[in-house]
């Protein structure tokens, strides 16, 4: 087989898979983290894609395998953002937020505020199953998990997040 | 699909978060930036044994053209299964890279010393200043390259490699790296540990080890 050929037949491979994953994923990212930090993951994660091209599963489950390269691209990407952070805090002094009074915060800051006070495995479930409105199996690949486990962390996390939501 | 009825109760908990979806108001992508992303992306050469993306994009730590490889000197490391025993020999000064826009390629020792194990735990794993889980892309002689794909200790590189291994069964050949695989691989002053902190992600145990140590 011709490079020519391997190449054409690599290329067409890749922007099938791009095209399934891109605009999911930049949701995916917009929902988690800033829009730099959005563009920076997504392009690299778009070159796991086409540098694993052959471990990328096939149909629509390249999608929730995608996903989970994100999601360890952006654990990265702000562990690195946490450090140049830090550093920056040793010579600015950071004005505390004012106090919020709760009847001010608007129903989208209440839940985000909820989800904050989760766990982060367990906020992140909660995410999967009602913003990109994954499956069990499908989640479960996200967060390498069985479906099982996922359901079951599921459920919990859904009654944490309603006692918190009637806490506030 | 069934399972998915019964996986979707609570629809009101649903609505609830979705209204609350940061996406709902995101713009739709601009189709010539997508379109020359994915030009940038397929214009990468797979071919080359390092990690160095064609794209030269902002001040990011893991993007770039030119490699700057930061040494981490390996010290002999009294391994920490001595729980309270040998004092840990002082790890030589490590030259810190500059935060710019390089890829970081960081150089790890494999194990020289036949060191006597006790049961890995997450308390003494925690404590590790290097660990990550990474696939390995070459196993070349007496150097092993893995690429980092989540970094829990120390500072993410785009590319690690060990070096003193013997054809890829370093750490004692009780890890043997396999191109293509993924491992988790933790180390403390440069050295790579050879008491069951190291090994293939596949092993349920060692990602509980993991899971539990870097919460």
């Known amino acids: 087989m011709s490079d020519e050929v391997t190449d054409a037949g690599r290329r067409a491979r890749f922007e099938a898979v791009a095209g399934l994953v891109t605009e999911p994923v930049r949701r ?141 | 699909m069934n399972d998915r009825n019964e996986f979707d109760e609570d629809p009101q908990l649903r609505a609830i978060l979705g209204q609350a979806d940061p996406a709902r108001s995101l713009t739709p992508a601009d189709p010539q930036g997508l379109a020359r992303l994915l030009e940038d992306t397929m214009a990468t050469d797979i071919t080359e044994e390092t990690t160095t993306p064609v794209r030269q994009r902002g001040a990011r730590t893991w993007l770039g053209v030119a490699a700057a490889v930061a040494v981490i000197a390996g010290g002999g490391f009294a391994v920490a299964s001595s729980m309270g025993g040998d004092e840990p020999t002082t790890p030589a000064a490590v030259d810190k890279p500059e935060p710019a826009a390089d890829p970081v390629v960081v150089t790890l020792q494999a194990p020289t010393l036949a060191a006597k194990c006790a049961m890995p735990t997450p308390e003494i794993l925690a404590q590790f ?77 060692l990602s509980e080890l993991y899971n539990v140590a870097f919460r």
């Not at chain 1, 999608?63 to 562990?79: D, I, K, Q, S, T």
């Not at chain 1, 999967?128 to 390498?144: C, M």
């Open chain 2, 129 to 205: 200043d290097t660990a990550f889980s990474g696939t390995v892309t070459a196993v070349d002689g007496d150097v092993i390259t893995l690429t980092p794909t989540e970094t829990f200790a120390g500072d993410a590189a785009d590319e690690v490699d060990i070096v003193g291994g013997m054809d890829g069964r370093a750490l004692g050949g009780v890890v043997d790296f396999q191109v293509g695989e993924t491992y988790y691989v933790s180390a403390m002053g440069g050295q790579v540990s050879a008491c069951g902190y190291s090994g293939s992600t596949s092993d349920s145990q």
């Open chain 1, 28 to 168: 995916f990212l917009a929902r988690r983290t800033d829009a730099e930090t959005a563009d920076d993951v997504l392009a690299d994660t778009l070159l796991v894609c086409w540098r694993r091209l052959d471990d990328v599963p096939d149909g629509d489950e390249a999608l929730p395998w995608a996903y989970g390269v994100a999601r360890h691209a952006l654990a990265n990407a702000e562990r690195s953002a946490r450090r140049q952070r830090r550093l920056a805090y040793r010579i600015t002094v950071v004005d505390p937020p004012s106090e919020t009074a709760p009847e001010d915060e608007q129903p989208d800051d209440r839940v985000a505020a909820a989800l904050a006070r989760l766990r982060p495995d367990e906020a992140e479930l909660l995410r999967l199953w009602a913003w990109e409105q994954l499956g069990p199996a499908e989640i479960a690949t996200v967060l390498d998990l069985t479906p099982n486990a996922v359901s079951i962390r599921l459920h919990r996390a859904r009654g944490r997040l309603k006692e918190i939501l009637e806490e506030s």
